[in-house]
């Protein structure tokens, strides 16, 4: 299988448009486009009858103590963790592209609501978890959100825009679910994936990506 994302080149920078969050000219922090990317695939396998997709960022902090505090930076030996952006499936065998802002077109505080669209099933991303308890923003945010990386983080982040062909027209699991409750749904009927990653950082000591 191939994927392609024509904003940006495999493994540069993920353009502002495409993030939940951006580097502003002043301050620390402003909202991004939230745009979510045009992406395509093709060369998947015979007998695939769904795909999955599901974007990644491993690089999250393990601890939140120092995220995002002015005059301490979250250091890049802490343990990291995965945090789910984007948790979609049974896409249709004969769907191999998602447009540009097909699953999201801007920031939606408290969320989107996860289930059916016409392009597949839609799961819950990690910013449920992140904004539970901000009286502005909790909600469940299902579908895409884009990058978000504390503005004091020492290391890049690392985006995974993975497609899985799969071998079952329809995946049954409850609703509303997660990245890890869709990846082991799927894992026994996956018969090919190909990934597509991008960076992003809100670290002005670091490479800008917007």
Known sequence: M??????????SAIPSTYAFGQIPTEGR????GNVSPPISWENAP??????????????????????????????????????????????PADKTEL????????????????GQRTYGTAGLNNYTQWFAG??????NYADYDGPCPPWNDSI???????????????ISIPE????HQALAAIQPHILDKASYMGTYTMNRDLTPSQ
């Open 176 to 179: 509303p679910f997660d990245g």
């Open 2 to 11: 191939k994927i392609t994302i024509p904003s940006w080149t495999h493994g």
């Open 134 to 139: 901000d009286a502005d923003m909790e909600g």
């Open 29 to 32: 922090f402003e909202l991004g």
């Open 156 to 170: 890049m982040h690392h985006y995974h825009f993975t497609v899985y062909a799969l071998d079952q027209e329809t």
């Open 99 to 114: 447009t540009e802002g097909e699953a999201s077109a801007g920031v939606t505080p408290r969320g989107k609501t996860s």
């Open 46 to 91: 015979q007998g695939t009858k769904s795909y999955a997709l599901i974007c990644h960022d491993p690089d999250v902090p393990s601890s939140a103590e120092n995220v995002n505090q002015e005059g301490k930076t979250v250091p890049a030996d802490l343990a990291r963790v995965d945090f789910f952006h984007w948790v979609l499936l049974n896409i």
